[in-house]
């Protein structure tokens, strides 16, 4: 039985010392793809594995892989990671601490000179978060082949740099880009440790969350074009108002996520932009996001179906145009029952209460699941608080996942 402890110190220093790479101190931790402090805390991760006597991969995309070679390199092996960006102003656990417990777990299998066949490999994903270029996953979707070699030229950023002009002047050689892909047979079954970033283990009282599925995000882009005119000398019956039909939309959403046949159906409109955005102007062009969730793909298209249907209605009602671009629109994921039901073992034979969940947030893991068996073990946000800078998480509850994922990786490395 497998009884190494993790090292609460490593844990909360991995956290508070990744931390430090951030454009936003004070306002919560901002660490955008690739920007000054991204990239710091890329060598800070890269050199805490070769102290941990890993070896660095680096994928075309930037993908890291911390490698603790097993007896058997040329089986496929684990992995197991998750990514170190984040949101604007964002917390300092989402992301990271899978990252930290990742490198932890195979310190601990390591030093304790466990054996195991299968090789053993931390993983940082690119860019979980669609905060600089708008699409999220980009370093999992392309390990998953759905990112290709002509998006990276189409996806750009606010200042209008594609990802590509980003990839190369950092010096990643695009030349590599069709190997990143992974099939079938290149990984043999991946863990992922991730705060819950809702409020279910707290209001349960459980310390660890086994995850059965994950919903998958569909991301619409979407614009109004009205008629700018003058707020005091247009009447009410002549305008052409982008915001009041973009508003007709934000409240669509809601009634219908809220009035959907599931319970898991999650709909928002996080981001907009009003012109000119002026209080005595009526506005006569509106962009807004809209992201829509659910862990059954058949109610979440359903729901986009009738939201997308109902924007003709509104635009021949209010005489806008609407233009929308469906960014993104992925499957959920279901996890791997084998490697559940060992998960739930190990909980079981030190008796730690556990849950059953489903995730209402995505992560990597939706994308890996494409090629490989995939679990994730949840642990408690406090006040189920997360994207926010206030996001909490124990570390003793990462310590106590960090010892539930290093047994799993340990178990699937000899199967
Ligand atoms: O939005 C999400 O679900 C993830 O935390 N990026
Ligand atoms: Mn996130
Ligand atoms: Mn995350
Ligand atoms: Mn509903």
Redesign the pocket.
């Known amino acids: 039985m497998f009884t190494m402890n993790a090292s609460l110190e490593n844990i909360k220093n991995g956290i508070n010392e990744l931390d430090q790479f951030n454009s936003t101190k004070g306002q919560g931790t901002t660490r955008i793809l690739f920007t000054d402090v991204e990239l710091e805390a890329r060598e800070y991760i890269k050199d805490k594995m070769k102290m941990n006597g890993l070896t660095v991969e680096e994928d075309a995309i930037g993908n890291i892989f911390g490698v603790l070679e097993g007896q058997d390199p040329k089986l496929p092996p684990i992995w197991s990671g998750s990514h170190i960006d984040t949101?604007k102003h964002a917390g300092k656990f989402?992301?990271m601490a899978g990252v930290i417990a990742a490198l932890e777990a195979q310190r601990m299998i390591k030093e304790a000179g466990m054996k195991h066949k299968r090789t053993i490999k931390s993983v940082v994903f690119t860019s979980?978060?669609?905060t600089r270029f708008g699409l999220?996953c980009l370093g999992s979707r392309a390990l998953a082949g759905e990112l290709q070699r002509k998006d990276l030229r189409e996806i750009c950023d606010e200042d209008e740099e594609s990802l590509e002009q980003v990839l190369e002047r950092l010096g990643y050689d695009l030349n590599a880009f069709h190997l990143i892909k992974k099939s079938n047979h290149d990984v043999y079954a991946s863990v992922e440790l991730h705060i819950e970033?809702g409020a279910v283990l707290e209001q349960l009282g459980k310390p660890i969350g086994i995850v059965d599925a994950i919903?998958g995000?569909s991301n619409i882009t979407v614009t109004i074009e009205g008629v700018q005119e003058h707020a005091g000398s247009t009447p009410m019956p002549i305008r052409v108002d982008a915001l009041t039909a973009a508003s007709e939309i934000v409240l669509k959403v809601e009634a219908l996520a809220k009035g959907s046949s599931s319970e898991h159906t999650v709909g928002t409109v996080g981001f907009m932009e009003v012109y000119p955005n002026a209080s005595n102007a009526i506005p006569g062009k509106v962009t807004f996001t809209i992201?829509l969730?659910d862990s059954d793909m058949a109610v979440k298209e359903e729901v986009l179906q009738e939201l997308l249907s109902s924007f003709k209605e509104i635009e021949s009602k209010r005489q806008v145009s609407i233009h929308y671009v469906v960014d993104n629109h992925d499957q959920p994921m279901h996890c791997d029952n084998h490697i559940n039901s060992m998960i739930e073992k190990i909980c079981l034979r030190k008796s730690i209460d556990y849950n059953r969940m489903i995730s209402?947030?995505?992560?990597d893991s939706i994308f890996v699941g494409k090629f490989a068996p995939i679990s994730m073990i949840f642990v408690p946000s406090q006040g189920g608080l997360?994207?926010n800078p206030n996001e909490w998480t124990d570390f003793e509850d990462i310590k106590l996942g960090t010892e539930i994922l290093a047994e799993s990786l340990l178990t699937l490395a000899n199967e």
């Open positions: 949101v989402d992301g979980e978060e669609p999220c970033q919903a995000p992201d969730r209402g947030a995505y992560h997360s994207h």
